[in-house]
């Protein structure tokens, strides 16, 4: 039996996703039936010199055979460096969760590569598309597998007495039909475009659609092109826009916390995100959302695609393109979409069925079979190193960090389309 | 009823220009200094009112390009342009000004006053589990008295925990860092308190800890700044205020407009029905000009010295007298 050690950062990710799924994660380690967590240690980002010595000392005195970095932030370069300074003998398999910021960290990741050669690696991607952009930057395409983040069950459930109570709440009839997005409202989530979407199908189908959101408004624009927005700008774009709108039937219900979530989504009939975030690398509101039973409208982009995999019957894709400037998604087929999902309201059955099946596949205890089963396989051989491409990447990043991506005129780049090919790529079952 | 569009819109000119202008801000160190010493309040937030800060102009007509500003200035800055500038000249811009500074509009720029008033749509005082602290270490913006009044309030309460937002140090210092003399007075000033406390910069806060938490701000008279960029971003992600001195209802202005600006609160901005009587004489004060603490208009004031700020205060409580 492997002896591990788990890394995670001590101070929560300002991401809540990445908050929910670092807890997540590290509950689905423990519960992992033949895996044997020596310990759980903290490393934060701003240690110093003296800190992060004491760090490795104490991995490299309790000699675990695997060290799993489970956090996105910091990144754990400086850690590894340290390990392979005070002890270059002493080399655990170093697994590595991979967040959406692995483009992002790029220049932290090529400057590791020399001494991650020193050590077997192994990459857990969340997703298919985000394996196959990582593989893309790898010389040995055998270290990457996908395991996909862990959802709590007994948070995120269908509950048919919730349904009706909550429905009731918000007036509600059994022919109404409520449409539900949950996540951040920023530019790169297309949460105003959907909300344009659902004002044309609202007017073609009367007073039963329903569209409410819920989440921060986050005003990051598109750093990859250096495109900035200053506070309160996307939140001031709601304003605008909601001035057209029927606002009993299309809302903002503000910040929810988990369990406020779980009853909306307990309520709602559908889930719909269009987010084409460049670091969309799994979905956790999806997830959540599937987790209570509900149908899903979603972009075809990163790891969205993959719950098409998970309940091919109730996830519709919406494929993506390069238009004005932005990735986004086909918002003429969205409507379709939106008007032949409308009415059809699952049974309380469907959705117990649902939500099992993605219990099945997405939760806590689910991703702890996949772990376990995973550390049975056999021992990697040391880390054949990132590609000249991934090269390309993080000299890109370390030279304009600030606009890696961007274009004569404000558009993407050339470049910006080779590395996230993967992203765009249809689903295919 | 009157078209308002010029209020309610930002029209493209001015978002084109707007940009410009306040990236054009004035260059004096003095200025740059103040900006510095209040820049956790001061930081730019997006709102359609095209909100600016006046000591940051350095000549009005620059102010020419809007139909509106908003003036996030306290008292402080805000005397000073009504001293650098006793006329409009022509001026057709509106002000929208707090409303609490009515009575120091010097009569020719009454015309171009509106007034603003903070309101929350949420429920005042609706417990959570933090409670944040927000106040700026000037003896004259937050006076040591008003702060321990404050903290005496609370002693009473149950908190999880109180997160003490300080701030009052040069920007530099202040960003990632806690400075080690505030954290001891804070200390010092909690000691009536048997909830924990600690103090914190803005960026060490979870957005998910502010949305559940309750906030104090202690900002009394409005002096250094009145809209306030930790306010706004603390009620944006969620907090709810647990005092309302800051939401001051105008009964002696007509309400035209209301513009939110979070999710959680707005601005009601109205014209003024009358403005009190001025005591004249406080602006015709040439002699300022002339004085050590300011050597010309044209040269800049050194905001952050104690001198201009105690000589602004004097006129304050001189014109509060003269109005009682």
Redesign the interface.
Known sequence: MKDIILVRAKKESDWVSCKSIVSNLEAAYLNAADVKISATIYFDSGLDEYDLHSLAQKLVQQEASELVFIDHKPHPGRLIAKLHQISPKYSPQLTFHIFGDFVLESAAWLELNPILQNYPVRFICASDKQKNLLDSFLNDTQVTTVIPFPVQKDIFYFDHKERSQVRQQLGLTDNDFLFLYTGRASLQKNVLELTRAMMNCASLLGNNLYFYFAGPFDDLCIPYKGFENPPGVYFQRWMKLSKSLDLQRIRYINNLEANELRRMCNAADCFISLSTHNDEDFGMSPAEALMCGLQTILSDWGGYGGFKKIMPEHTQLIPVSHQTMRILPDLALLQKKILMTFGNILTNEQREQLSRKATESLSVESVSKMLAKLSKTKSLSLFKGFNQDFTKLGLVFKSTPKAPFVAGKGDYSDYYFKIYQPYFQETVL | MNDLTWLTEQSKDEIYTFNDVIHRASSYDSVINFQGYIYQHS??????LNQIYLYLIDDIASLAFFNKVFVRDGLLTLKLFFLRHPYPNGLQTKLIINSRFKKFVPRPWQENILFYNYKFDGQIKEKKKTLLIAYHLDSLHCPDEVLDKALNSISNESYDEILCLVTGMPKTSTIDFVNKNIFSKATITAKNIKIPFRTVALNEI???VI?NSNFLEINPYHFLFSDC?LR??LL???ATPINDEWLLNDNDAKKIHEA????FHSVEISEPKKFPLMHDQMFDEMDFFKSEIVPSRNQSVNLCSDTYKRYVQSLVHSHAKNNQ
């Open positions: 930081r730019y937030f997006f709102s359609p979870n957005p998910r949305a960029f706004w971003f944006y992600n969620g939110m600006v979070s999710p």
